[in-house]
T-cell receptor, first 115, second 114 residues
Framework: AQKVTQAQTEISVVEKEDVTLDCVYE???????LFWYKQPPSGELVFLIR??????QNEISGRYSWNFQKSTSSFNFTITASQVVDSAVYFC????????????FGKGTKLSVKP | NAGVTQTPKFQVLKTGQSMTLQCAQD?????MSWYRQDPGMGLRLIHY???????DQGEVPNGYNVSRSTTEDFPLRLLSAAPSQTSVYFC?????????????FGSGTRLTVV
């Protein structure tokens, strides 16, 4: 069975601080895909990144960066110099390669960035 | 605009009533899913489909029914609404399970059962 754990329920930071959101996953499959989604207060789900299990290269996109480590089954997300607009709930999700479409989500981390 | 369209956006039902939440996508995606989102629970998979005529159960299927007669549409039916089904429902689609662009989500349906 697959599982995604986001141990941090809520995080509060002051603007311009760096913040890391943790994601730990469980699967026995060797082929899998990991995702991060953002859900702002307006409620929609916004796709941020997708990573496959064969690509451990870290990725940076502007103020966002992702650290994928298979050795620790983690796929952590860092926001550098946080802004108020980063306030949202962030979800990590997993799907295995042979899946028929069951994308499994963590329970999410609510990030509050205060001015 | 291409994407996933969910209707209605809001709905109030009385206990025991039935209704259908509509989901349509125009991206020719084979994979479609329904999730419910409850406070502190994240998104939980209700049902999913890998193409027209093929559906399967997710983590929380009880009380819900689906069918997939076309690639575009994936309606979710509540057979006899219960207060425990009060939730926000999201429909999602993707061209493959590990889609490079991720899953595209609809804007959600907020359902209240009284």
């Amino acid at each position: 069975a697959q599982k995604v754990t986001q141990a941090q329920t809520e995080i509060s930071v002051v603007e311009k601080e760096d913040v890391t959101l943790d994601c730990v996953y469980e699967t026995r499959d060797t082929t899998y895909y990991l995702f991060w989604y953002k859900q702002p207060p307006s409620g929609e789900l916004v796709f941020l990144i997708r990573r496959n299990s064969f690509d451990e290269q870290n990725e940076i996109s502007g103020r966002y960066s992702w650290n994928f480590q298979k050795s620790t089954s983690s796929f952590n997300f860092t926001i550098t110099a946080s802004q108020v607009v980063d306030s949202a709930v962030y979800f990590c999700a997993l799907i295995v390669g042979g899946s028929q479409g069951n994308l499994i989500f963590g329970k999410g981390t609510k990030l509050s960035v205060k001015p | 605009n291409a994407g996933v369209t969910q209707t209605p956006k809001f709905q109030v039902l009385k206990t025991g009533q039935s209704m259908t939440l509509q989901c349509a996508q125009d991206m020719n995606h084979e994979y479609m899913s329904w999730y419910r989102q409850d406070p502190g629970m994240g998104l939980r998979l209700i049902h999913y489909s890998v193409g027209a005529g093929i559906t399967d159960q997710g983590e929380v299927p009880n009380g819900y029914n689906v069918s997939r007669s076309t690639t575009e549409d994936f309606p979710l039916r509540l057979l006899s609404a219960a207060p425990s089904q009060t939730s926000v429902y999201f429909c999602a689609s993707s061209y493959s399970p590990g889609g490079l662009q991720g899953y595209t989500f609809g804007s959600g349906t907020r359902l209240t059962v009284v």
